[in-house]
């Protein structure tokens, strides 16, 4: 089995070529001892080195048959090339690194048993004298940067898992970014446009029934529904923002203070980002039904926060007793009950909504 991606990284390409560095221990011993070398030796020499450099630059960038081709040839020249210089003893290490790198399982056992066959052969038969100098690099370095090529594939596989989870876990909170602002705009544009196409046909009825009084009461109820709906997809765009809970409950305690209402709130904690989007929801939601329906002059919002859970309380002191369970409270529940909270209402004095979030 091979691995199905390229040695090379296009954004990094020094990196490629750098490790061609420890390549010039090849000219070693062409300098060292060079009164031993004919010219002949020296010009061969050096152009194996080049075609050797050429077919590595050329695996970097290929895989698969192309890879193995690529690898057998550079076998094949470095053995060729002990025969004129035991300096090739510093080339085995690069082959060794490609197989480790692209071949996998027992096809890398294989690949390294033989390139180190090779070298053994290699040095025996052409640099029986040098063995000992040969065999050293040719076979214990190319069997460390062997390993050193798995690693560098299992940490280039480690890493591409690491951004495909990423990515999901990107996708998936996008998805879920979508159907929290679809679940805000129903919830806030549902009710208030049903009450604007409601007002509006009662208003046609009286027209044509040339109760025109009635009539202009109720088209302008449906004037303040509009502006009122208006100034509420506002604040969701604001929220949609990155207001945060804060933000929100700020301009919650503005707006009561307008209408003659007290407002406290007290101090915000740390929540996690889907429980404080549904808070900022149900603290608008539980202010508008203040506003609407309690006749209240007091709304205070509470936080608690215990190891085991979360708690939000909204409360007024209006003189609402009897609670139905409109578009507006069925929203509350519903968010509740979609993070896997609970809902509790009490009226004993004023209404009290309290949600539970389970840590």
Excluded at 34 to 55: E, M, N, R, T
Excluded at 104 to 118: E, H, N, P, S, T
Excluded at 186 to 191: E, K, N, V
Excluded at 234 to 243: E, L, P, S, T
């Amino acid at each position: 089995m091979l691995y199905s991606y390229t040695i090379a990284q296009n954004q990094k390409p020094f990196w490629n070529w750098m490790p061609l560095i420890f390549s010039s221990f090849y000219f070693l011993p062409l300098i060292m001892a060079s009164d031993y070398f004919s010219s002949a030796q020296i010009a061969l020499a050096i152009v194996a080195y080049i075609v050797f450099v050429g077919l590595y630059g050329f695996a970097l960038r290929v895989k698969g048959s192309k890879l193995v081709v690529c690898v057998i040839a550079m076998l094949v020249l470095c053995i060729a090339a002990t025969a004129i210089t035991p300096g090739s003893q510093a080339l085995f290490g690069f082959i060794a690194f490609l197989c480790g790198f692209h071949f996998i399982g027992w096809q890398g056992k294989a690949a390294l048993v033989i390139i180190l066959l090779g070298a053994t052969l290699s040095g025996v038969v052409f640099a029986p004298v040098q063995l000992g100098y040969y065999l050293l690099p040719a076979v214990v370095v190319s069997i460390g940067i062997f390993f050193f090529g798995v690693f560098e594939r299992r940490e280039r596989q480690h890493a591409r898992a690491k951004a495909r989870s990423e990515q999901q876990i990107e996708h998936i909170g996008a998805v879920a970014e979508r159907e929290r602002i679809a679940r805000d705009l129903h919830d806030l544009l549902g009710h208030s446009l049903s009450s604007i196409a409601l007002k509006s046909e009662l208003a046609q009825k009286m027209l044509d029934a040339t109760e025109s009084e009635r009539a202009r009461v109720e088209i302008n109820e449906v004037s303040q529904l509009a502006r009122d709906l208006l100034s509420e997809v506002r604040q969701a765009v604001a929220g949609m923002k990155q207001m945060g809970l804060g933000g929100v409950l700020e301009t919650i305690t503005k707006n009561l203070q307008s209408q003659n209402i007290q407002c406290h709130v007290g101090p915000v904690p740390r929540l996690p980002s889907t429980i404080e989007s549904a808070l900022c929801f149900i603290c608008k939601e539980a202010a508008t039904n203040v506003i609407r329906h309690s006749k209240a002059t007091h709304f205070g919002v509470e936080f608690k926060e215990t190891d085991s859970y979360w708690q939000a309380s909204m409360f007024d002191n209006g003189k609402e007793t009897n609670v139905s369970f409109g578009n507006g409270l069925k929203g509350i529940q519903t968010r509740c009950e979609q993070l896997g909270g609970e809902l509790d209402i009490n009226t004993e004095q004023g209404v009290r909504l309290t949600c539970t979030f389970l840590k």
